[in-house]
Structure formats: C-alpha cells, structure tokens
C-alpha cells in the first residue's frame, strides 16, 4: 500500500473528549472516528487490526473444536421473556418494535438464541459436547459510554456457548476454553491474569475474567492476587483479616445513648469518641431494583456494591439519595439524617451484615436519632426483625490471601475475555432437552466464552504505547513495516524503496511505502503515531548501500544493506504466531 492512497488522516491533537491512551491514540492516528455517544466508525487501519485479532481467535477457537456460526443481531422480546431476562436485564438492553409492533432488542449477548439453536437441534445426548461461537455486533446501552472503544456502546465480540449432559464435561470444556484464551492473548502480545469474577447478569455459577494489567487509566478494575496464584476482582475477591480491636469493652462500660452532635462521618465520630473506627458500625442504605437495603459493615470497611446485589439477589444498586433516606426514616418514625441512621426498628426491608460484624462486640452504632448514637452495643439491643449475613466487604490490599494467607497485591485491570459456567440457567427455564440413553430427558449443561474484540485492539494499545504512538505487537498491527524514503525526488533513493516495497510483498509481508512529499520528520511522526512495528529509512546513506532498520518496540536503530532489511523482516512475519 503506498501511503498516498492510504485512507487516512492523522490528527495534530488527542480529542478534547478523549480520557484514556488507547481513545486518545486510535483517534489521533487515524484508526477510529466517533459517529455517536459510544459508537465508532472504524476506518480502514483499524479494520485491519481488528480482523487479525479475530482471525486469531478464529484460529484457536476452531483449534479447541468449536464450530463457528452467525446469528441475527436483531433478538425477539419473546426468547428473552422464556429466559427471564427481559425485565431483569435492565435498561443496557436496547427494545425497539418494527413496523407491526413486535417488541425486538438489539443483542448485548446471545445466550437465548444459542440456546433455541440447541433446542432445535441438539435432541440426544450422542450429539454433545458441542461448542458453538460467533463474531458479531453487539449493542448495550450503557448509561456512561467512556475509554473510546473499551466501554462504547456497540462492540465487536466473540461469544461462544458449549453444550453438555454432565458437570464434568462442562468442566472439561471449560479448562480448554480456558487454555485457548491463554493462547489467543499471548498471540495478541497481550499479558493476561485469569482471575475469579461476579456472573452478572449473564448468571451462572462460576465465573473467570481474563484481564490486562495496566497501569494506565484504563484499568477499569481492581485486581487483587497473591504469588500463590490466586487471583479475583474487587467484585468477587475475599481476603483473610489481620486481628484488631473489635470489642469496645474497655471504652464503654453500659449501654446506652449519648450525645454525638455534628458527628456525621466516621471520622468525625471517630474523634469525638477517642475510639478507633473498628469498634464503630456503618449503617447503610442502598437502593436494589427500585427497594431499600440496609447494609451494615465495620466502619474501617467498605462495602463492595456487587456482593451486596448478589447477596439480596438484585440486578441494579445504587446508594440511596438524602431525600430517600429522609423518606424511609419517616416511614418508620424517625427523623434520623445520614450519619445518625441504624438498624433499630427498620421493618420491612432486609438488613445485610457482613461477615465482620459477627465479631463485633460493645460498639458504636446509630440510633435513628440526629446527633445521638448507641454506645456499648451489641447486635441483640438492637431489635433486628431479621438480618442475614454476607461476605459484601470490599477487599483492601495487605490483607491476606484466603489460600495461603501471605498478603495480598492490588494492581489496575482491563477486562478483555470471560468465561461462565452457567448450568442449566437459560436450558431449563426454556424447556431445551435432550435424551439421555434411557430415553430420559434433561436440560442441557451449558458454559458460555466471551472475547471483546474491539477491547482487546483497544488494550494492546493501552499496553504497548509511548508518548509519540502506539507500539503494536507485529501479529495485530495493521501492516508490519513502513517504508521511508527521505526525499522522493532522490532518484536512488525511490529505487531502493520501490524495490524493497515490491521484494516485501511478494514475499507476503505486509508493507507501506511512504511516497508523499512530505518532510522526513513528518513522516517520522506519522510512522510512531500509527505504530508500525518496523521502519526503514531509505536516506543519504543509501550512497554507501545502507537504510536505517529501526524496531518501534525497543527504539533499536541499525544501519544494515537493503537486502538485509527485508531478509530480516521476512524472517520475522514468516514466524508470527
């Protein structure tokens, strides 16, 4: 391709809009262009770098004995109702009728057709296992679109669902989706931790996400692992406590209420008490699909939303307003502000405690009174209708490992794959069977394997980048080498080029020959910012039959003969993985 009929167009600026280093890259270097809040165009660069990323996968997931198909991204209400996910999926599920007022919804996810597919299809058990995946569209309406293409609304991903009559096939095929995914990231150039996560709202048992470490802005995620192996998200993660003072006996000496004016946060009580945070316990209130939860928590804790959610079977969480605090204070007959709230007499909405709390003894705890609080307490002056305890506490790093108890790490995270053990979660509600060979029949043991696509191109930008361009891994970039002559009206200079561009392709490397009449520093510029893995400088050294070889991963620079140049480069795309 000669740059001259490249369709491209660089930029001077990152976008205004722009947060993090792959947005700012990808737009500034010419691959995307948004067309809407969350949506993009891609344009031909990244065209190109998405399809190798799915030719990889593509690769590997018919490598692992999947078997590839399409299906309509355009999904009927009625499939979603049978599921149960119509009304539980929440309003990222985009719903639309066509012209004879059929409620249809663009697909975030595919599990209820593969699963109709299957119903159709898969009758016996002498047909299973199975592993059927696409690559396709999808659209969620996210209600912040933010990164560019690492949370836009519509995306490319791979989804793949396997098929089986027992458990242990499911976790047979999950090991070797596993192993598979550790394969297409590595050939992506991507490093990745597999860590423990929360199912969300595609269900299931288990979960695993498979996350870039980064330590841009981009890390959407808190990573907690140990050199033991272990590895979760915030949202799943759990962590042994160092032991602390949890009982205020020696603080308190009765139980009663006291004045605590102006004291609403937990430091403010904190100091006004002389107590640590430990002996003191946080109330509170959330609102989970549209109701009221009361959480409770060691005030030194935070609570981690998804576990919360989880543990009252919820969909959507949010914590509660001022106004809808006043509101529930007055149901109840109090006239309590935040800072003053607890536990006491709240009927008719579920009190979560987490785990901690059980060992919690003579603390401070809010009354339902502005400007007083109950000292000394314990769980049983507190006249709880009913409280049910959860691990819903947000891990910190320095507490230690669950597994092997040394202390645990923190780092950033880019989620870019994740795979579910769903069980019979959309098989049974939507009656889809097969027979086993007593004529018996029983819904089918599933598993489902997601790759974001346009994600993953998104992070290896966001992993291999420096301040002049992206640095792309030679098996995902667009092309593999660009070709810059110094002065195209330099006769010998265009020969030479011109040669090692033709020699370059049709020995099948993918190659640019920078032909425009441009200043070599403009070029240069062009070059890093687009992030070709090699460039080779046809200039004044061409005289003594040597181009300057430089590798834009390392900066590395060598002066070597154009012949050796593309016997280099030949070599090197002859052995991309």
Not at 103 to 116: D, Q
Request: include cysteine; proline fraction near 4%.
């Amino acid at each position: 391709m000669k740059m001259s009929k490249l369709f491209v167009q660089t930029l001077r600026e990152f976008p205004s809009d722009a947060e993090v280093v792959s947005h700012k890259m990808l737009a500034r270097a010419g691959y995307i262009r948004k067309l809407t809040s969350g949506v993009y165009n891609y344009l031909p660069l990244m065209w190109r770098v998405l399809k190798k990323v799915e030719n990889i996968v593509r690769e590997e997931m018919d490598a692992a004995g999947a078997q590839e198909l399409l299906m309509p991204f355009v999904q009927p209400k009625e499939l979603w109702e049978e599921s149960g996910r119509w009304e539980a999926y929440g309003r990222e599920l985009m719903r639309l009728k066509d012209r004879h007022d059929r409620v249809m919804c663009l697909g975030p996810t595919h599990e209820e057709i593969i699963t109709a597919i299957a119903r159709d299809g898969l009758k016996s058990y002498k047909q299973m296992p199975v592993n059927l995946y696409q690559i396709q569209s999808k659209f969620r309406d996210e209600v912040r679109p933010r990164y560019g293409l690492l949370r836009g609304r519509e995306f490319i991903m791979k989804d793949a669902y396997s098929f089986d009559t027992s458990e242990e096939g499911l976790d047979k095929e999950y090991l070797n989706m596993a192993e598979a995914y550790k394969r297409i990231f590595d050939r992506c150039g991507l490093e990745t931790k597999m860590v423990q996560s929360d199912s969300g709202a595609i269900g299931g048992s288990v979960s695993h996400e498979f996350m870039v470490i980064t330590d841009t802005d981009a890390g959407e995620n808190d990573v907690f692992y140990c050199e033991c192996g272990y590895a979760a998200n915030s949202n799943h993660a759990v962590s042994k406590l160092p032991e602390t003072v949890v009982d205020g006996k020696d603080y308190f000496k009765e139980t009663k209420i006291i004045d605590t004016p102006e004291t609403h946060s937990i430091e403010e009580l904190s100091t006004f008490l002389n107590i640590p945070s430990t002996l003191i316990l946080k109330s509170l209130v959330y609102i989970v699909d549209k109701k009221p939860v009361m959480a409770l928590i060691r005030a030194d804790k935070t609570v981690e939303e998804t576990k919360l959610m989880n543990a009252v079977g919820g969909i959507d969480i949010r914590i509660a307003s001022a106004a809808e605090i006043a509101e529930l204070m007055a149901d109840h007959g109090f006239d309590a502000v935040p800072g003053f709230i607890g536990p006491t007499g709240m009927k008719d909405i579920p009190v979560i405690a987490d785990e901690t709390v059980k060992d919690m003894k003579n603390f401070v705890v809010g009354i339902n009174k502005t400007d007083k609080h109950l000292v000394g307490a314990n769980l049983c002056d507190l006249n709880i209708e009913e409280i049910r305890y959860s691990d819903i506490r947000l891990v910190e790093a320095g507490e230690f490992c669950p597994e092997c108890g040394k202390p645990l790490k923190v780092t950033k995270g880019i989620e870019v794959g994740n795979i579910f053990k769903l069980g019979t979660k959309y098989s049974k509600p939507m009656n889809a069977l097969y027979l086993d060979k007593n004529g018996k029949s029983h819904p089918y043991i599933m598993g489902c394997y997601g790759i974001g696509i346009s994600r993953t191109a998104a992070a290896a930008v966001e992993a291999h980048h420096d301040e002049y361009g992206i640095k792309w891994p030679i098996s995902i970039a667009p092309y593999h080498v660009v070709i810059v002559p110094v002065n195209i009206q330099d006769k010998l200079q265009m020969e030479v080029a011109e040669k090692m561009y033709e020699d370059l392709k049709k020995a099948g490397v993918e190659v640019v020959l920078d032909d425009r009449d441009e200043r070599a520093g403009v070029k240069f510029k062009d070059a890093d910012l687009i992030g070709f893995p090699y460039r080779v400088t046809v200039g004044k050294t061409i005289n003594e039959g040597l181009v300057e070889y430089k590798i834009r991963e390392t900066g590395e620079v060598e002066k070597v003969t154009p012949e050796t140049a593309v016997e280099h480069l030949v070599e090197i795309v002859k052995n991309i993985k």
